[in-house]
């Protein structure tokens, strides 16, 4: 059984940093592209980072390009998500997923996690 299983959401002051974890098990880790979406309340869920297979390739959207760095440890099974500079437009429940398909699009994404919520105060 796949789980993907998000930690590090919290509350943070506009300007700050947060880590976040995506624990992936049940799947071949490294054979899957990964990624981090958001949603934020009465918003459609929309893509935030994406990174390959390996690691080596990735790819942001605009509004986080600079502020945020996704990264990953295949040898620990676990994507990472490097958020700094946070805006409270960033507040927003943040899910990992993963798919054999590098995209950006999150309905086409196989499994996800649950979600950790990071709220951003001004």
């Known amino acids: 059984q796949v789980q993907l299983v998000e930690s590090g959401g919290g509350l943070v002051q506009a300007g700050g940093s947060l880590r976040l974890s995506c624990a992936a098990s049940g799947l071949t880790f490294s054979s899957y592209a990964m990624g981090w979406f958001r949603q934020a309340p009465g918003k459609e869920r929309e893509f935030v980072a994406i990174?390959?297979?390996?690691?080596?390739?990735?790819y942001y959207a605009d509004s986080v390009k600079g502020r945020f760095a996704i990264s990953r440890d295949n040898a620990k099974n676990t994507l990472f998500l490097q958020m700094n500079s946070l805006k409270p437009e960033d507040t927003a429940v943040y899910y990992c997923?993963?798919?054999?398909?590098?995209?950006?699009?999150?309905?086409?994404?196989?499994?996800w996690g649950q979600g950790t919520q990071v709220t951003v105060s001004s």
């Open positions: 997923a993963a798919d054999l398909v590098y995209r950006t699009d999150p309905s086409k994404y196989r499994y």
């Open positions: 990174i390959t297979r390996s690691g080596v390739g990735y």
